[in-house]
Structure formats: C-alpha cells, structure tokens
Nanobody
Framework: QVQLVESGGGLVQTGGSLRLSCAAS????????YAWFRQAPRKEREFVAG????????DYEDTVKGRFTISRDNAKNTVYLQMNSLQPEDTAVYYC?????????????????????WGQGTQVTVSS
C-alpha cells in the first residue's frame, strides 16, 4: 500500500493562498482515491475534498467550494490541495488520506472509513 507525506502548510493572512502537497510512495498510486480532511482545535475531523482514482470525480465540503481545488498528478505520485481566499476558520491540521479502489469504483467519498491510509498531517494557520 502507499505511504503518505503532507507538506505545504504554514501561516498565512486572511485572503491568502497555500498549496498543500501529499506525496505518496509505492507503485500503486493510481489505484487509490485520495482526500483531504482537517481537524481544528476542539473539533471533530472533517472532510474537505476528495478525488477519484482517475481524477474524473471530485467533491468538496460546502464551505470550501469555489475556494479550494483538489488535483492529482499520477506521474509525480502527488495529490494537491490549492487553497485560496483562506479564512481564519480554515485553521486546522490537514490530513491526506488514501483509499484503494478497483477500476470500476471511480468515485470519491467523504467518509473517513473509506480511507485506510493516512498521513501525519500539516498545520495550516490563517491569521485575521
């Protein structure tokens, strides 16, 4: 299975942008759907965005639609989360997750239980 390492987090002012990267090791990167989740202090972890194994299907949590974009580069074994117009409420630890899929399962889900590999997380802090 793959192993995931996130990077790209940091401190940014309100309205700024960051791009998170999730580098996956292993030779089966393309057999996985990927997602980003986040966990703010004293809150439950929540789904942010997901992308199917082919990249043909994406999904977003309502508050990030139009601001965040998830993408994948199978040649680089990397998943990205471009975050624009960041707000203080986006402050959280962001986790990359992967779930193995068969060829016919070209979909994305927002359920944590559908992802069985997780990264260590990267902190995103948006100052007001």
């Amino acid at each position: 299975q793959v192993q995931l390492v996130e990077s790209g987090g940091g401190l940014v002012q309100t309205g700024g942008s960051l791009r998170l990267s999730c580098a996956a090791s292993g030779r089966t990167f393309s057999n996985y759907a990927y997602a980003w989740f986040r966990q703010a202090p004293r809150k439950e972890r929540e789904f942010v965005a997901g992308i199917s194994w082919s990249g043909g299907s994406t999904d977003y949590e309502d508050t990030v639609k139009g601001r965040f974009t998830i993408s994948r580069d199978n040649a680089k074994n990397t998943v990205y989360l471009q975050m624009n117009s960041l707000q203080p409420e986006d402050t959280a630890v962001y986790y990359c997750a992967a779930g193995r899929r068969s060829y016919s399962d070209d979909y994305t889900t927002n359920l944590e239980s559908d992802y069985d590999v997780w990264g260590q997380g990267t902190q995103v802090t948006v100052s007001s």
